[in-house]
């Protein structure tokens, strides 16, 4: 019995250490989001002053030989009176800084802050409750600072005819003509930026595309809310060799990462539900590389292959820079294995097939609650024989549990004779005594994955169900799923078996309780599928037990003396 009570407690445990980590992010604090920069000048003879909105200026390595977070002669915000370059698409809300020309702000319409504001939810920003800015810039021959741009307008908007939208700021640099361009296509939040280069000059020169992303330790905005594992906050690199690495932020300060040439790959900054990734291209080397800025931010970049221009030639430098939500679907398209930033825990192996189909149970429903219930009947249904076998076990021991009764009173004072009985009892009724722990068991790595899986699936954030249910990645707000979660279980609990354990019997009448209580801190989406998956085997279990109590050939010839 030690060994049926300890995987008895083996989902309370499961449990008690998500409930641990829950108390943990409730009471954590969120820094509320910044404002959109101001993109108007002052007005004549006004001084602009340094303020919370005001943005970094980003930095570049200087040589591949020494590859730091800061360029030399630059102050670390920039206080002047330039116009930030404003660009808005139907899926993006940029604010461009025209010294360097760097993003600096990045606000995603679709998705909003909170389920009740209607404020789009801030990727990007700089202020001082939170610094994140996308950096690119040019390492040239001859220019040690950054590139002052001078775009043609300061605001940008894609029209709703147009597809396709650029954004070009020009420059000119010892001779050498430069435009940067940025290219926004209609429902993407990958953003093409290249250098085009024009060498009006008698000699050669050399030039490197650069590709960082800079943040501070601040919390993630969007963790901690309503999920009890706080999902990956810091870098992740790509490379031939390794598919998909983590290089969380005390590494990045530590100076652990080190410096390594790639054939091109990846780098980005994860968070709960959004990404960000410089993506070069993947024909070419590629220099990745960690390391802290001055104002001590994690900065994880990359630097591509330096180029040669002849006289009289153009050249073109550049990379993908993707701003948005782990849509896996979208960031396949992006690169190699940057889905893999969708990190679903130790067992994907089972997450990504359950989100696979999951997405087209969607695909056809079109409601991600209603998926959830298809999907939890389709994995009824594939356990279905095995959970049978459980529930046929659990049925003979309950119509046995007089005779099984009988033998521990008659044997009570003997241990070991008692067991022997009990085990010939056991096989003469073809009974398994840990057929009843077998269901949660088989159930406990399908929870988790699927607990992993809506963790992390923005596609679930703010997606609601029916009725009070607005947001499936949050709690109910009513706690009515899990009571009637608890419920469910309570009646499960009335088909099995009392355990003949006193002390085993006590855990079971409180398992109800204990796991209402945990489940009202679970996401909405997790509480259904355990509902539903509880209706089902209430189900299952009843007509397995009515046919087992009312089978004569159960218990015949087993006489207790």
Partial sequence: MDVKRLLLLIPLAVLAYLLVIQWNQDYGQVA????????????????????????????????????????????????????????????????????????????????????????PYVLLSDSETRSYVARSGLQLDGHSGRIGFTPESTSYRMSDDENRLEVDLAAEVNGVDIIKRFSFERGSYAVDVHYYLANNTEEPVTARFIGQLARDNSPDPSSGVAMGMSSYLGAAYSSPEDRYEKVDFDDIQRGRFNNRDVQGGWVAILQHYFVTAWVPPQNQQNLQYASTDSRNRNVAAFAGSVSTVAPDSEARLGA????????????????????????????????????WLLDQIH???????WSIVFLTITVKLVMWPLSAKAYKSMARMRKLGPEMQRLKEQYGDDRQKMSQEMMKFYQKEKINPLGGCLPILVQMPVFIALYWMLLESVELRHAPFMFWIQDLSMRDPFFILPILMGASMFVQQMLNPTPPDPMQAKIMKMLPIVFTFFFLWFPAGLVIYWVVNNLISIGQQYVITRKIENDPTVGKGMKVK
Avoid: C
């Fill in 32 to 119: 509320p989001e910044p404002e959109a920069p101001t993109v108007t000048a002052p007005a004549p003879g006004e001084e602009r002053v340094g303020t919370d909105d005001d943005l970094a200026v980003p930095a570049a390595p200087r040589a591949e030989e020494d590859v730091t977070g800061d360029m030399p002669g630059e102050p670390e915000r920039a206080t002047g009176t330039r116009d930030l370059i404003a660009v808005i698409t139907d899926v993006l809300d940029l604010r461009i800084d025209p010294q360097g020309g760097d993003i600096v702000y990045a606000a995603l319409p679709l998705h909003r802050m909170t389920l009740d504001s209607d404020r």
């Fill in 363 to 369: 695909s056809l429903i079109g409601n991600w609650g």
């Fill in 320 to 355: 993908t820079l993707y701003m948005g939500p782990k849509v896996q679907s979208q960031l396949e398209q992006v690169a190699p294995n940057l889905r893999l930033t969708v990190d679903f825990g130790w067992l994907w192996f089972i997450a990504n097939p359950l989100f």
